[in-house]
């Protein structure tokens, strides 16, 4: 299976990372340059997207576009600072276990719970594949189809989300309808979940500054207290008795008749010693941001003016996500 690896040109550094992993598991891949949102002009941003997260929704165009250039059937995207697991190069080399009416297969894991479907074989032990119906977060790691790519690049021209809020945030305002699956579990994962990186230069996320940055915590709201009678207390506690009933009922029937059910998709397998060298050797974080990942001071001119930003979902997964317990 072809392997596009979207990588910066100001960051060799992570492509001789990505390159060392690959190498290790005889794995060929060919580089698609990102587009920098900080040295390109991509367009204005707005309360739900940067410049910089436009510019990376950008360069995942252009790795699909690539596929279409090559006549593949299918290619696994990668971002260029995802730990590989040992088990990829199985299922790359055989995908004839990949659900045939899959468009979007994600080997990645946030270590989050993730609503999914009854699991099937993929032909790798351990492993199985399972329908994705919850909200996802990240693309570092995914394999796509070429009937998704034509779909993909031919209605997504413009990006006013992130580029996984668009693909695997189902109740955005802006998300691309897909089947979707997850590997379960997890083959790849983001290097800054990776708990003996937390503090690697090579790990740290491009886009944490530019997100942290635009979320804005909501402000605390007083409460008042109200007293009712006895009646209406009353009616309140039959209310929430029928609530918690309902729910109940459709959690049944959700994994009893049709399947689904919230799960763990953890990151299983030993990190690959090159992968582990290089982090280990790479510069730390230092108490201030890098004067090379620091925000442009015009980031802020670029975005529009207006009301507070509405905001929905959770808390951008830079800030919120679980940590590895993983160690090498």
Not at 148 to 176: K, N, Q, W, Y
Not at 254 to 271: A, E, K, L, S
Not at 277 to 286: F, V
Request: charged residues 25%; glycine residues 6%.
């Amino acid at each position: 299976m072809q392997i596009l690896l979207i990588n910066l040109a100001r960051r060799p550094d992570r492509l001789a990372f990505m390159r060392s992993q690959l190498d290790a598991l005889g794995l060929a891949f060919e580089r698609i340059e990102a587009v920098d949102g900080r040295q390109e002009d991509v367009g204005p941003g707005t309360d739900l997207v940067t410049p910089v997260e436009i510019a990376c929704a950008l360069s995942h165009r252009k790795a699909w576009l690539r596929l279409l250039d090559s006549g593949d059937s299918h290619c696994l995207v990668l971002e260029d600072d995802v730990l590989i697991a040992p088990g990829a190069k199985l299922l790359l080399d055989n995908p004839r276990g990949l659900p045939r009416d899959a468009d979007i297969v994600r080997l990645e894991t946030t270590l989050e719970r993730t609503l999914l479907g009854f699991g099937q074989r993929c032909g790798l032990p351990a492993h199985k594949v399972h329908r994705l119906y919850s909200r996802q977060r990240g693309t570092a790691a995914y394999i796509i189809t070429r009937a998704f790519a034509e779909r993909a690049v031919r209605d997504l021209t413009t990006f006013g989300e992130p580029i996984d809020d668009i693909l695997f945030v189902v109740d955005s305002p802006g998300h691309f309808p897909s089947i979707r699956y997850q590997i379960r579990p997890g083959l790849c994962l983001q290097a800054d979940l990776y708990a003996p990186a937390r503090k690697s230069l090579l790990a740290a996320s491009d886009l944490d500054t530019d997100r942290k940055i635009r979320w804005v915590p909501p402000k605390p709201v007083s409460r008042i207290k109200t007293k009712y009678s006895f009646s209406k207390k009353c009616l309140r506690e039959l209310n929430r008795w029928w609530r918690r009933s309902r729910a109940t009922a459709n959690t049944l029937h959700q994994y009893v008749i049709v399947g689904r059910i919230w799960r763990d998709v953890p990151f299983i397998g030993t990190v690959l010693p090159a992968a582990a060298t290089a982090l280990a050797e790479a510069e730390t974080l230092p108490s201030c941001t890098p004067a090379s990942h620091a925000m442009p001071t015009d980031i802020a001119t670029k975005r529009s003016t207006g009301p507070d930003p509405v905001r929905w979902g959770p808390e951008p997964h830079s800030q919120g996500r679980a940590r590895s317990s993983i160690r090498s």
